[in-house]
């Protein structure tokens, strides 16, 4: 995700579904040079609260909806390890939704 | 406004491209070149005009003064415009702060004074750096702007604004107050810690009015503004990126939680009215005349009304245009009467708002529809909506295919949606076809600004997609511990969401 959209994985997803289970995992591709100061900078300015990883190659396998579109891409997987829902971009509602189905 | 130069970078980072998302349906995608079917409604939100500048232009604040819109671009730095009419937007001029690069100024937020005179310009040293600067330009000979001087500042300044001989500063943690002397004289009075993410702030009499994202609405009284205090906080669901003022009562961006309308019938106790949820992440909010309330919603405009009355209705959205790319995103709004001004990364556009006006307006989620992969002999599918976000009622006459092996289950052509009703069904794609497919369906309805409105649909994509094994990775935390994604999995659902820190 870009940095305009980040911290919103915090207020969007973390607070409201993480009490029910809800892991959020940010992962850092890495993709335009960022080291580890650069990144611990980033997350001290976000002032997220959820896990944040190195990404080791796997952003380039999902089949990402829209190829042409950049940052961010966010992958929902169910508690069965399948994946329930890609997309290109932050789209809250959506997202929400996505979420919820797998919460009921 | 958040610091977005690094959008840019995302752009540039995987060149431009095309699509057709949300009304832009360029030539090679979804059935270019058939008529508009005939709508008997009359569009209340009309395009008037877009200025001419050059593409990824990262258009970012935007603020009105009298006949004049300003805007602060990541490339073009501090522009000004003339809209004395409305369909012709007319450049006055453009600077670049001294202190920035030239070819890439940064600039960020803007701020004009009570009479024109003076624009503070906030612009960031670097893409990295969260240290900023702060330009004072001379704007009494707007087609001639000239810069009085720069304050360099350790801030990440997110909003600004003038409030008489103040200039206010929202700066991520903190506000900063400034008093603005002679020219380009600025300084600093006080710096009020203690707040979680703040985006922009407002000011009205003795009262600061900061939008936190994370901590809703602050209220901090600046009647010393060598010595600001927080007088109370209103938690506002969402997280709250921008406000606008308009006498007793205020308008918030809340983020993913919509729109949110406040009393301020006690101006240091503010009480949150109501909250209206909008389909994308409300960055922006501006008022306009009449009790109307413009909202950049990130993929679009939204227009309500009732702020006088404090029933917010929603009216319609308005699509990014044709040709802005499939990438740019609504950012900065401003408004002057029934006149609205968006931003988005690449241009900004003039609308006229007509109150008089009904409609309806459709919307479709998702954005682009990804088909999962199907087990042998069975269907793709893959459920998607359809909501009038109107206010008449909406008929849907048709629906059109870029593949045959498309279908909807369940839709009959005629189908009518009333104002704020919503409709799910199922698109479906043959058993068998196994072919990578980027294809379109248009709904072809009497929504008058987009009478075929256009669904991406995307199947058989290489790689892992819904319905499939994630790939059971095991992904380094920034201290070393390792987390694999089938442990994290059997806590509950996992959301991984890759960023870059652009």
């Known amino acids: ?104 | 406004m958040r610091p977005m130069i690094p959008l840019l970078m995302c752009l540039l980072a995987l060149g431009a491209s095309s699509g057709c998302k949300d009304g832009q349906q360029p030539s090679s995608a979804c059935g270019a070149g058939k008529t508009e079917p005939a709508s008997p409604w009359m569009d209340p939100v009309t395009l008037l005009d877009r200025y001419d500048g050059p593409s990824f232009s990262e258009l970012l604040d935007v603020e009105v003064d009298g006949t004049r819109v300003w805007f602060c671009s990541g490339v073009l730095g501090l522009n000004v415009y003339s809209f004395e009419t409305p369909s012709a937007l007319v450049r006055l001029d453009r600077i670049a702060p001294s202190l920035g690069s030239q070819q890439y100024p940064r600039c960020q937020h803007l701020a004009v004074d009570a009479d024109g005179e003076r624009v503070y310009a906030t612009n960031r040293s670097s893409t990295i750096s969260r240290s900023d600067f702060i330009a004072v330009i001379d704007a009494s000979a707007p087609t001639s702007l000239t810069e009085l001087g720069s304050l360099e500042v350790e801030d990440s300044v997110e909003g600004i604004t003038v409030h008489g001989d103040l200039l206010l500063a929202a700066v991520h943690t903190g506000l900063v107050v400034y008093r603005r002397g002679a020219g380009a004289e600025l300084t600093e009075l006080s710096r009020l810690e203690g707040l979680g993410n703040a985006w922009t702030v407002r000011a009205q009499g003795d009262l600061a009015y900061v939008a936190d994202a994370d901590g809703g609405l602050v209220v901090v009284d600046i009647a010393d503004p060598a010595a600001p205090s927080v007088v109370t906080r209103l938690d506002v669901p969402g997280a709250v990126k921008d406000l606008e003022l308009a006498g007793d009562r205020a308008v918030l961006a809340a983020g993913a939680s919509g729109v949110a309308l406040v009393s301020l019938a006690d101006p240091r106790a503010p009480g949150l009215v109501e909250v209206e949820d909008t389909p994308g992440s409300a960055l922006g909010v501006a008022v306009g005349s009449g009790g109307a309330v413009y909202v950049s919603d990130w993929t679009d405009l939204r227009v309500f009304v009732g702020l006088d009355d404090l029933d917010l209705r929603p009216v319609g959205s308005e699509p990014l245009p044709q040709g802005a790319g499939s990438e740019s995103r609504s950012l900065g709004i401003a408004g002057s009467g029934d006149l609205l001004f968006s931003s988005n990364w690449t241009e900004l556009v003039s609308y006229r708002f007509f109150a008089d006006r009904s409609a309806p307006d459709l919307n479709v989620a998702p954005r682009v529809a990804l088909l999962p992969a199907a087990a042998d002999g069975e269907a793709a599918r893959t459920r998607i909506t359809l909501r009038n976000a109107g206010t008449e009622p909406l008929s849907v006459s048709a629906v059109e295919f870029g593949e045959s092996v498309l279908s909807i289950e369940d839709f009959p052509a005629g189908t009518s949606l009333a104002p704020g009703e919503s409709e799910r069904m199922v698109l479906q794609l043959d058993a068998g076809v196994t072919d990578e497919l980027s294809t379109w369906v248009n709904f072809v309805t009497d929504d008058p600004d987009e009478g075929r409105k256009c669904l991406l649909v995307e199947a058989n994509q290489d790689g892992v997609g819904v319905g499939e094994a994630a790939i059971d990775a095991t992904y380094l935390a920034l201290d070393g511990t390792p987390h694999r994604l089938s442990e994290l999995t059997e806590q509950g659902p996992v959301l991984l969401a890759y960023f870059a820190t652009f």
């Open chain 1, 1 to 104: 995700m870009c940095s305009l959209e980040f911290p919103d994985l915090e207020t969007d997803v973390w607070e409201p579904f993480g009490p029910q289970g809800v892991t959020v995992v940010g992962v850092a591709t890495g993709g335009f040079g960022e080291d580890a100061e650069t990144l611990a900078a980033f997350l001290e300015q976000t002032n997220v609260t959820f896990l944040v990883v190195w990404d080791d190659g796997t952003y380039g396998q999902y089949a990402w909806p829209d190829a042409l579109s950049p940052f961010p891409r966010q992958a929902l997987v169910d508690r069965d390890g399948v994946v329930t829902y890609l997309a290109s971009e932050h789209r809250p509602a959506e997202l929400r939704e996505a979420v919820e189905v797998l919460l009921d």
